[in-house]
């Protein structure tokens, strides 16, 4: 006999629509339905044990609970927000009981406000960027005689020949004001310099914002600029910048006017003018898709005019991998680049690219983006088109990431999710003893129904549930060390079979009476081999997929 259930046992985290197997947009009949079925599985009075009569009116209690929050518009109102919490007054009194379901939503919908408006306040959203320019000519371009005569001349000579540190954080002000503060300090061959610069940005409305900067810095000097952006419709919108650079060699004014249009769905249309140190006129055509992403730009200006065209395919993997390249060409020469983008952590994308250009040569640029923090490593290899430069600039990255992805990425992210997983199962452990208790008396109380069941479906060719298992399964290509952890559920689910139909909704079937979570934070799913019309049926459904059986693609077709 199962193990008894404790009588003060309450789990927060139950899914009442699970509990009932029905939809979450259920209707008042649905649920009555599924409400007397379970109470004539349940009844206490159609169990003589004195055991089984005590666990069967502990189930019945909370199949009885279920009804009577998800029956009552108020309650399931706030149980649907806030959950089973909502629904305890005492220390929790969020909203007022007597409220209609659409004032609670609107209670509800105060309160996030609330949070988010003191979240914001609390919130610096730091952004920063450091570049490290390292050049490595002397790997390729070397002059041998040049060396022999120096101590340590058979040594290439790499070094860090410039460097770029900026830094921005944001302060809310209020709802609509957020002060801007950044900086940068830059060098480069042993000369540098640095600025400052304080943005106050406020949203005007849905449709517009407006900036105000003030800066200042050794090189350039102080600074004023201000920022307009505007929605004329909802397809097109304007921006327009202006901005006075006080220098030693005078007053440099500057301005610049973007209009962009969504020509499609996933294409914009950028046209934009500047005017100042820089003037020049710009076009562009951007497509982003959920597998590509194209850029076409023309620019006619001074000093430089170009012509630009890049693509980017987005592979569908878990790891969010891209391939690009691009080739400009314009007054300074030609580049073409290309590389590769992928995510390695939750939080971090390493990308690498090989730009080779006519004058400025091959260069391997090397990216690192951590949540709000990007690490720029460019490596000037040559001022030369040359093979053997652009070959290492392509493989080397190559071979040492796949080195470096198996040996320490693929190790450190399946050594953290295993410590994520046991943190779970360990905080978890009792209420999962407890839920294990409880489907196994659950299961013995459908023992009498499912006999009954199974003659009836057997009278009349039915479905009858042969095998059913729910949890992880292990495939045959999966590491030998793993097992499987599963549970049989053909009980539950021949219990929940009616009129030769079994419909199981989208949510996680663990809260299905009869079943339990035997892997928590791991992905499961239910495999069933089931009979009707005497042909043998099998499927194998996701955990919060929604499931309807018999079907005639189930079908298990007979060897001939």
Known sequence: MAAPLEDDFDSNNQDYYSLLNVRKEATSEELKASYRRLCMLYHPDKHRDPELKRQAEQLFNQVHQAYEVLSDAHSRAIYDIFGKKGLEVEGWEVVERKRTPA???????????????????????????????????????RYDEDFEEMPGGSFPHIEINKM????????????????????????????????????????????????????????????????????????????????????????RPSCSLMTARHLDQNTMGYLQWRWGPNSAMTTSLVRDTKSSHFTLALQLGVPHSYLMMSYQYKFQDEDQTKVKGSVKTGFFGTVVEYGAERKISRHSV??????????????????????????????????????????????????????????????YTQAQKEQELELQRKSSATDIAKKKQEAESAVLLMQESVRRIIEAEESKMGLIILNAWYGKFVSDTSQKQEKAKVIDVTVPLQCLVKDSKLILTEASKAGLPG???????????????????????????ADTEPLRIPKQSHRIESES
Request: net charge neutral; glycine share 10%; proline share 5%.
């Open 350 to 411: 390493l990308s690498a690219s090989v730009s080779i250009g006519v004058p400025q040569g091959v260069t391997l640029k090397i990216k690192l983006s951590r949540a709000s923090q990007t690490y720029l490593f460019p490596v000037h290899l040559t001022d030369q088109l040359l093979p053997s430069a652009v070959f290492y600039a392509t493989v080397g990255p190559l071979l040492v990431y796949m080195a470096v992805h198996r040996l320490v990425i693929i190790p």
């Open 103 to 141: 004032e609670i939503r609107e209670e509800y919908e105060r309160l996030q406000q609330e949070r988010e408006e003191r979240r914001l306040q609390q919130r610096t959203n730091p952004k920063g960027t450091i570049s490290v320019g390292i050049d490595a000519t002397d790997l390729f371009d």
């Open 164 to 251: 770029h540190i900026s830094q921005s954080i944001e302060a809310p002000l209020t709802n609509t004001d957020t002060a801007v503060l950044s900086g940068s300090l830059s060098t480069h061959n042993g000369n540098g310099g640095g600025n400052i610069n304080m943005t106050i940005r406020r949203v005007m409305s849905t449709k517009g914002w407006g900036e105000v900067e003030f800066g200042a810095g050794d090189i350039l000097g102080p600074l004023i600029g201000l920022k307009l952006f505007r929605n004329i419709t909802p397809r097109c919108f304007l921006t327009a910048q202006c901005g006075l650079q006080f220098s030693h060699r005078g007053l």
């Open 515 to 541: 079943f339990y979570d035997p892997c928590v934070g791991e992905e499961k799913s239910l495999k069933l081999l089931y009979q009707f019309r005497g042909v043998m049926h099998q499927v194998v459904s």
